[in-house]
């Protein structure tokens, strides 16, 4: 019967491109599921508005009657404007451990791709860097957290065959939390709140009190992360998304904003404590008992994983940033967290690696978004 690469075109066709991973890592110990509830409206045109902008490409394979693999092609026309680019994406490549499945997937985005006048393909990069992003090249025996890649070794292999060489790296930092906050640290946060006597320090009371925060920080993120790889701005429409879909999972204690004088949101920092655990346990199902299993697993981890920061460009390199570090730690530790994980930075984000580093974090894991010209 041999190999089929075939377009997405029926919800049957879709169902198996969700689910495929599943059979795909069935022994993956580190593998974290997606929630498919959510699965099911990011692949929905109707209900993920990023498909206005865009066009898209869904593959699968069968090869000997069986499923085999999967890919999505993304051409950011938006972006690609704003950026002044001519490149379509790949994403969600998922196969079992046969290179001529591999190849043949990429080989149809790319043919697709070079149909719509693009003049590479880089990968994996979904429609924004808030879609998990990049190969995992180092850290295998590390846990995952979620909206990252979880990849075997041969996926690397099996790309880089395909004729595809590095565009940049993202790292990961694992910070263990010390039993004290050292001394030159606690020095350079007191001489920060010395210099900003107009700063106030929110304390949240609940979720209610979230809320109203929630516009102010993701405009801040907004203009923050402007100028970082693949980055594409919240819409209002995805910040109200944001509150809908994070709400209940949020927890006030690892949320820290500052505000200035005229009550502006100047800086921030999100993380949640890890979730993922629970998410095994519920097998991607939220409904009807797994959410209580995610949230349950959010009480008894030891992981934080930081999701969200920023610091408005006018208040940079004034310690807003240790101030929010410090601030974070002290959480931490009373909470009983042992580690914490920075998620993804771009190897050339140099202040904040600083940063992590600071904070004795060092890095663990690896990605790598990859190019291949067409």
């Not at 993956?28 to 206005?52: A, T």
């Not at 310690?319 to 959480?331: A, F, H, P, R, S």
Request: hydrophobic residues 40%; glycine residues 6%.
């Amino acid at each position: 019967m041999g190999l089929e690469i075939y377009e997405v075109n029926t919800r049957a066709d879709l169902r198996r491109f969700i689910h495929l991973p599943a059979a795909i890592h069935k022994n993956h110990l580190n593998w974290i599921p997606p929630v498919y509830m959510d699965e099911w409206k990011f692949f929905n045109p109707r209900k993920n508005h990023l498909f206005e902008s865009s066009d898209t490409l869904l593959l699968l394979a069968r090869k000997n009657g069986k499923m085999a693999g999967r890919v999505m092609g993304i051409i950011n026309r938006k972006y690609n404007e704003t950026h002044q680019e001519n490149d379509g994406r790949f994403c969600f490549l998922e196969t079992f451990n046969d290179p001529e499945v591999a190849k043949s997937l990429l080989t149809g985005v790319e043919n697709w791709a070079r149909s719509k006048g693009m003049n590479a393909i880089v990968g994996p990069l979904g429609f924004s860097d808030k879609d998990p992003q990049g190969l995992l090249i180092e850290g295998f025996d590390q846990p995952m957290v979620i909206a990252t890649n979880c990849n075997f070794p041969y996926m690397v292999d099996f790309v880089e065959l395909s004729g595809y060489s590095k565009k940049v790296d993202l790292v990961v930092y694992k910070i263990e939390v010390p039993d004290t906050i050292p001394d030159f640290y606690l020095k350079i946060y007191e001489r920060a709140i010395k210099n900003n006597k107009d700063i106030r320090i929110i304390k949240l009371s609940g979720r209610r009190q979230i809320k109203p925060y929630i516009t102010p920080v993701l405009s801040l993120v907004n203009e923050t992360f402007r100028d970082i790889y693949a980055f594409v701005p919240l819409e209002e429409r995805e910040m109200k998304e944001f509150a809908q879909r994070y709400l209940m999972i949020l927890d006030k204690r690892f949320i820290k904003i500052i505000e200035n004088g005229k009550g502006e949101v100047i800086a921030f920092i999100l993380g949640i404590p890890d979730l993922s655990e629970g998410i095994k346990k519920s097998r991607g199902y939220v409904l009807p008992f797994g959410i209580f299993q995610i949230i349950r697993s959010q009480h008894r981890t030891k992981l934080l994983s930081l999701l969200l920061g920023g610091i408005r460009e006018d208040y940079r390199n004034s310690g807003l940033d240790t101030i929010l570090g410090v601030k974070m730690l002290e959480e931490v530790m009373k909470s009983g967290l042992k580690f914490i994980d920075s998620h993804l930075e771009l190897e050339t984000n140099f202040k904040m690696r600083a940063e992590m580093e600071k904070m004795g974090g060092v890095v663990y894991k690896r990605y790598r978004i990859y190019q291949k010209a067409l």
